[in-house]
């Protein structure tokens, strides 16, 4: 699985929209961007995923680059729950069973 | 409400001693995994099952083994537990390998 580079942390205030960065410029043309969010405490949890089109669900918005090689998680209106440390992950479709977790980054939503 | 369950919530072990960290989820989901996390290593996976009645290893499978005997349930036991075992550990399942991987709340164990 290509390797991910993310900011070790971000602080965003409540109410505004959070922009997390990935760089993946290793990613191949079959690996997907995963996105997962760790709130203290508990278990990772899945937001979104994506191969190349943007993607967009109830809890996020990912936006990948043309080349693939970054892209980025929006929270579109931030609130004090979404502090967590967000995992940008790059992954094979279709085989591979492990998620491999890097040091992602720490959001810290403030009021 | 669908899930995942892991039990027990904590547990302080005496070395040498086994144990069993169970894992059950309800969502009918093919596979399931257990991760290790541990300060400054992240996540890493230990055995996953991509079905029932099969297992693999991860890269971390030493000192633990696993069975797949049913759907729901995955279970994750140390033989004989020995400190470096402290960790927190994470139930997960996916409805297949290759999808996204639902996780369970965690075990933290002491191993003394």
């Known amino acids: 699985d290509a390797k991910t580079t993310q900011p070790p942390s971000m602080d965003c205030a409540e109410g505004r929209a959070a922009n997390l960065p990935c760089n993946h410029s290793t990613i191949s043309g079959n690996e997907y961007v995963y996105w997962y969010r760790q709130i203290h405490s508990q278990g990772p949890q899945y937001i979104i995923h994506g191969l190349k089109n943007n993607e967009t669900n109830e809890m996020a918005s990912l936006i990948i680059t043309e080349d693939r090689k970054s892209s980025t998680l929006i929270l579109p209106h931030a609130t004090l729950r979404d502090t967590a440390v967000y995992y940008c992950i790059v992954r094979l479709t279709g085989g591979g069973n492990k998620l491999t977790f890097g040091t992602g980054t720490q959001l810290k939503v403030e009021l | 409400i669908a899930g995942i369950t892991q039990a027990p919530t904590s547990q302080i072990l005496a070395a040498g001693r086994r144990m069993t960290l169970r894992c059950t989820q309800d969502?009918?989901?093919?596979?399931m995994y257990w991760y290790r996390q541990d300060l400054g290593l992240g996540l890493r996976l230990i055995h996953y099952?991509?079905?029932?009645?099969?297992?693999g290893k991860g890269e971390v499978p030493d000192g633990y083994s696993v069975s797949r005997a049913n759907t729901d349930d995955f279970p994750l036991t140390l033989a004989s537990a020995v400190p470096s075992q402290t960790s927190v550990y994470f139930c997960?399942?996916?409805?297949?390998?290759?999808?996204?991987?639902?996780f369970g709340p965690g075990t933290r164990l002491t191993v003394l």
């Open positions: 099952s991509n079905t029932a009645g099969t297992t």
């Open positions: 997960a399942s996916s409805r297949e390998p290759y999808n996204e991987q639902f």
């Open positions: 969502m009918r989901h093919n596979a």
